[in-house]
């Protein structure tokens, strides 16, 4: 059971474009939304986060929207870099659970110069 | 994250032998996890634990165990290998219960069952 919906699943943008990767969860009670980004050969490491009092949340070029009526959020990239390039997972948590993140599928995303 | 350190980074290993998974911490999380990686899937989560003391099954336990030695070390066994569960396995730990919910990764291990 997929609960963490993740789009495309692949992406290729041009330098200074954005790149934008959308996801949908099913569980009400999330109330923690992470993105992670993982380069090859490293494990993943928390890129941005928001939680779903704001409609969102920015961090120098990574922006995350955020719309709990839809259950949608979504991560914008502005001005890609080549230096982006790698894999990006969603994920979503209750934080009164413990932490357990469910993640999203991935999506590869490549900048071309 | 030289924090979170897993051992073996590569491990190939033919059907039907135990193999176990390390992973060590230095961050002095209680909190620790192992996922699973597969190409198109995400990570899945197959053990969390809280403290030494508390160990939970995640949505893929089945074919899995763990063991929390102490709080900086928690291993991961499977006692008879199978081809599919040839993945890419994380270890992670949290900070949770001081308000801290970002999950720091190891750097991985491939396992490859032949």
């Known amino acids: 059971q997929q609960q963490v919906k993740q789009s495309p699943q692949s992406l290729i943008v041009q330098k200074g474009g954005i790149s934008i990767i959308n996801c949908a969860y099913e569980?009400?009670?999330?109330?923690?939304f992470p993105w992670y980004q993982q380069f090859p050969g490293k494990g993943p490491a928390l890129l941005i986060a928001?939680?779903?009092?704001?409609s969102e949340k920015k961090e120098g070029r990574f922006t995350i929207s955020f719309n709990k009526s839809a259950k949608q959020f979504s991560l914008h990239i502005m001005d890609s870099q080549p230096g982006d390039s790698a894999t990006y997972f969603c994920?979503?948590?209750?934080?009164?659970?413990?932490?357990?993140?469910?993640f999203g599928t991935g999506t590869q995303l490549k900048v071309e110069l | 994250d030289a924090d979170v350190t897993q051992t073996p980074r590569n491990r190939i290993t033919k059907t039907g032998k135990r193999i176990m998974l390390e992973c060590s911490q230095t961050k002095g999380h209680d909190r620790m996890y192992w996922y699973r990686q597969d190409p198109g899937l995400g990570l899945r989560l197959i053990y969390y634990?809280?403290?030494?003391?508390?160990?939970n099954k995640g949505e893929i336990s089945d074919g899995y165990s763990v063991s929390r030695q102490a709080q900086a070390k928690f291993s991961l066994s499977l006692e008879s290998a199978i081809p599919n569960q040839t993945a890419l396995y994380f270890c992670?730990?949290?900070?949770?219960?001081?308000?801290?919910?970002?999950?720091?990764f190891g750097p991985g291990t491939r396992l490859t069952v032949t």
């Open positions: 569980n009400t009670a999330f109330d923690y």
């Open positions: 634990s809280f403290d030494v003391k508390d160990i």
């Open positions: 992670a730990t949290s900070d949770w219960d001081r308000g801290d919910y970002e999950q720091y």
């Open positions: 994920a979503a948590s209750k934080t009164g659970g413990g932490n357990k993140l469910t």
């Open positions: 928001i939680r779903p009092d704001v």
